[in-house]
């Protein structure tokens, strides 16, 4: 009943139907699953089917979260900010996740819960992208409620040129040029977007990164009805791409190219890294020499784009860097670096250094060598015991996995997440 509940918490904290339907907004959906999910896990305890004894990994996620906190009362951050850090009540539940499953069918039952969650967001979102420009006037913070009207348009400017009339606007109003997704859920400069976790498209990107490398494996070791399951894998799989060629992360391609690159060179061999060196090179040089992303972007529609963007990433880094050295040990605080620049430092462990100190960095890069740790021992157990098929996917599919995640980690700000 636990891990049900986990699957059915992830499939609504991922899709958060509780933000896009009227009467169920301001209902602690999310945290009523939680809970129960907590109760089942502790009657569980009781009946000694789950152990309550909390993984070193998840232990020092806390303490990492712990800092966090900490790091915000040393930089006098009022109490209000402090108490909606969004990823407290997530790590509850990932802790409670971590402690019922400790079987395979579990961990199936959980995965399920999230492929779906994502093939839905895939189905109704990335249309997004191919919908008309409209106008729309910004209601509330983070382009999360937007009022649209019947206007076309190329740029923020038109719109905010002759405003349509409206009872009870405010004196200044603000509009933007987007595009109009699903559920009237907005565009971030004509990238794909969702709600909830996944207001930025970055976050929902490189979620969708780490799935590359379980798909790949579970292709590996279906057996009974080969050819239907393989053809849900890649309907899945193809939902996935599409989300991040929508979103328009780079970081996120490259995570899940690299990730996926040395899955497949664990179950093919070595032949695959010629293929995979020739591939990587042009595509490098695509991006290097024409700058220009294979995936093209709404903020980036002339040659200038991409060039742009490089460098804000460029500065945001600098200032990232230049703020560890001023504030080394508690750093500026969580989400606390757009006080000092108009981006992140998309760069994990820049942002890490920067608002945690150099305890944070340390902690963040000490969980990211615990998940190699557990990769290798898992592939040694395996390799004493004559289990091939784990041997596998330990190395093969846990390797991916981590790889692509770290591959993300130093274009993208996701350490929190």
């Known amino acids: 009943m636990a891990i049900l ?3 059915i918490t992830l499939a609504v904290r991922l899709i958060s139907p509780h933000t896009l339907f009227a009467p169920l907004v301001g209902l602690p959906v999310v945290q009523g699953l939680t809970g129960l999910t907590g109760l089942t896990t502790v009657i569980g305890a009781i009946r000694r089917r789950v152990s309550m004894r909390p993984p070193l990994y998840l232990v020092l996620q806390w303490v990492m979260l712990a800092w966090c906190v900490v790091t915000l009362v040393m930089n006098s951050v009022p109490p209000k900010r402090i108490l909606g850090i969004k990823f407290i009540n997530d790590m509850l539940f990932v802790t409670l996740v971590a402690l019922v499953v400790d079987r395979l069918v579990r961990y199936k039952v959980l995965l399920a819960g999230y492929f779906f969650s994502l093939a839905f967001i895939a189905f109704f979102g990335v249309p997004q992208v191919w919908s008309p420009r ?7 913070e983070a382009f999360d409620d937007v009022l649209w009207d019947t206007r076309p348009c190329q740029s923020d ?9 409206r009872p009870g606007a405010p004196p200044e109003r603000h509009f933007r040029c987007e595009r109009r997704g699903p559920f009237d859920i907005s565009s971030l400069l004509g990238r794909m977007r969702w709600v909830s976790v996944f207001t930025d498209p970055n976050s929902l990107a490189s979620m969708c990164t780490t799935m590359g490398p379980l798909l790949l494996g579970w292709a590996w070791t279906v057996r009974r009805r080969r050819l239907i399951k393989i053809g849900l894998i890649a309907g899945t799989f193809g939902l996935l791409g599409a989300i991040i060629v929508a979103t328009g992360s780079r970081g996120s391609t490259l995570g899940l190219l690299i990730g996926c690159a040395f899955t497949l060179w664990r179950f093919l061999g070595k032949k695959l890294i010629v293929i995979g060196a020739v591939l990587g090179i042009a595509l490098g040089l695509q991006m290097t020499l024409s700058d220009k992303s294979l995936v093209q972007r709404g903020d980036e529609n002339d040659l200038t784009g991409m060039q742009s963007s490089n460098k804000y990433r460029t500065a945001a880094m600098d200032v990232g860097m230049r703020l560890w050295g001023q504030y080394p040990i508690f750093g500026i605080g969580h989400n606390e670096i757009m006080k000092y620049h108009v981006l992140e430092a998309h760069n994990g462990y820049v942002s890490a250094a920067s608002e945690v100190g150099s305890p944070g ?17 898992a592939y040694r157990r395996a390799a004493e015991r004559g289990l091939e098929e784990l041997r596998r996917w330990s190395l ?10 770290f591959s993300f980690t130093v274009f993208l700000t996701n350490y929190a997440t």
């Open 396 to 405: 093969g599919v846990l390797g991916g996995l981590i790889g692509g995640t």
């Open 157 to 165: 400017r038109m719109c905010e040129e002759k405003p349509p009339p």
């Open 361 to 377: 960095l340390f902690l963040f890069v000490f969980i990211l060598w615990m998940n190699f740790r557990l990769a290798i021992a």
């Open 134 to 140: 409209l106008c729309g006037e910004i209601m509330g």
């Open 5 to 7: 509940l986990a699957a």
